[in-house]
Structure formats: structure tokens, C-alpha cells
T-cell receptor, first 113, second 114 residues
Framework: NAGVTQTPKFQVLKTGQSMTLQCAQD?????MSWYRQDPGMGLRLIHY???????DQGEVPNGYNVSRSTTEDFPLRLLSAAPSQTSVYFC????????????FGPGTRLTVT | AQSVTQLDSQVPVFEEAPVELRCNYS??????LFWYVQYPNQGLQLLLK??????LVESINGFEAEFNKSQTSFHLRKPSVHISDTAEYFC????????????FGTGTRLKVLA
């Protein structure tokens, strides 16, 4: 089991560029989430999905899009990058029901200049 | 709406001393409670959780947390810390029914000093 994988590990973008952060899990988990981590702010939920074809907004969704065409993959798209999107992004997956543990990927460190 | 508060952003402590990291939650519905640990340049991993039953839960590496419903707290404790416990610790809550939308606190950076 690879668990939750994220690519790339690091990325530098210029303002206005677009890109997709990839996330995949091989545990057949129904639930997947994207968070951003900023100093002093903990983890904030961007978008989440409760299954293939179903997504919903979290706390800070503006500027980001997601889709969930398969159980395994949950990509996060930045449509037009802004310096305020400089952050570390984590993807997580959870199986339905207890113990409700979230499994996190290693993160993507994004810098927008 | 639910919220999780970790009042201490940083906690320095000497090796072999006890430590307590505080977590309080606010919720109008029942919640499950979690502590996650993040070592430098890594993702988060589950340390321990409270779902139901005994209010005192323990991890395999000596941490424990007690669910206190009246004080809406879930403080994390360890009687004797090691250098290797240096990390950031996040408290999180999950509403017991519905959305799978976890709410995280802002984190506490534990630094163990030699």
C-alpha cells in the first residue's frame, strides 16, 4: 500500500498561472479532502469529496476547483494562482465509518510569486 | 458551528519533564476528537482518538488524552517527554453525524530541550 500520494512535492508558480495538484490513494477510501496549512492557522479545509462524482466546498474554497471521477484520485486545480495561495497543501483520505482516521499525504509546498 | 481552540502556539519543555497540550472544542452536536502529530516536513499522522467509551485514551508512545464533556476539553499529556517528541500537534474534531468535515485547531509546536 502506498497510502496517499501527492505530486509534485514542490512547485513555484507565477501569478496568474494555473496548475493541478495531484492526489491519489490506494486504500479504497470513500472520503477525500484537501487542506492548506499556513503558519498559525492550522489546517483549513478547501474542498472535500464523499465519493466519486460528489464534491463540496470547505472553509476556504475560493480560487480552487476539484473533481472526483474515480475513487482513487482527487486533483486540486488552481485556476489563476495568487500570492495568497502560497501554502503547503495536504490531501487526506478516510474510510467510511469508525475509526474515522484521516490518512495524509506528504504535502505539496507551493510558492506563488 | 464547531470550532477547536489550541491556546498554546508553542510549548518548550525539558527532556524527561511532563507536558500538557491544551485543546478545547465548541460544538452544538456530539463530536469525535483526535490528536494528530506532524514531524518536520511530513504529513500529519494520527496520535490518538476518542470516539466513545472510556474517556481516557492512550497512544502507543506514552501520550494520553482525556475527554471532558463538561469542560469541552481534550487535553494531551505525557508524563516524560523525549527529544523525539519535538513536533507540531493538532487537535481535531469531527461531528458525530453527517459530513466528514473535520475541524482542526491551529496547532501547538512542542519543542523538547536537552
Amino acid at each position: 500500500n502506498a497510502g496517499v500520494t501527492q505530486t509534485p512535492k514542490f512547485q513555484v508558480l507565477k501569478t496568474g498561472q494555473s496548475m493541478t495538484l495531484q492526489c491519489a490513494q490506494d486504500m479504497n477510501h470513500e472520503y477525500m479532502s484537501w487542506y492548506r496549512q499556513d503558519p498559525g492557522m492550522g489546517l483549513r479545509l478547501i474542498h472535500y469529496s464523499v465519493g466519486a462524482g460528489i464534491t463540496d466546498q470547505g472553509e476556504v474554497p475560493n480560487g480552487y476547483n476539484v473533481s472526483r471521477s474515480t475513487t482513487e484520485d482527487f486533483p486540486l486545480r488552481l485556476l489563476s494562482a495568487a500570492p495568497s495561495q502560497t501554502s503547503v497543501y495536504f490531501c487526506a483520505s478516510t474510510e467510511q465509518g469508525p475509526p474515522y482516521e484521516q490518512y495524509f499525504g506528504p504535502g505539496t509546498r507551493l510558492t506563488v510569486t | 458551528a464547531q470550532s477547536v481552540t489550541q491556546l498554546d502556539s508553542q510549548v518548550p519543555v525539558f527532556e524527561e519533564a511532563p507536558v500538557e497540550l491544551r485543546c478545547n472544542y465548541s460544538s452544538s452536536v456530539s463530536v469525535y476528537l483526535f490528536w494528530y502529530v506532524q514531524y518536520p516536513n511530513q504529513g500529519l499522522q494520527l496520535l490518538l482518538k476518542y470516539l466513545s467509551g472510556s474517556t481516557l485514551v492512550e497512544s502507543i508512545n506514552g501520550f494520553e488524552a482525556e475527554f471532558n464533556k463538561s469542560q469541552t476539553s481534550f487535553h494531551l499529556r505525557k508524563p516524560s517527554v523525549h527529544i523525539s517528541d519535538t513536533a507540531e500537534y493538532f487537535c481535531a474534531a469531527l461531528p458525530a453525524a453527517g459530513t466528514y468535515k473535520y475541524i482542526f485547531g491551529t496547532g501547538t509546536r512542542l519543542k523538547v530541550l536537552a
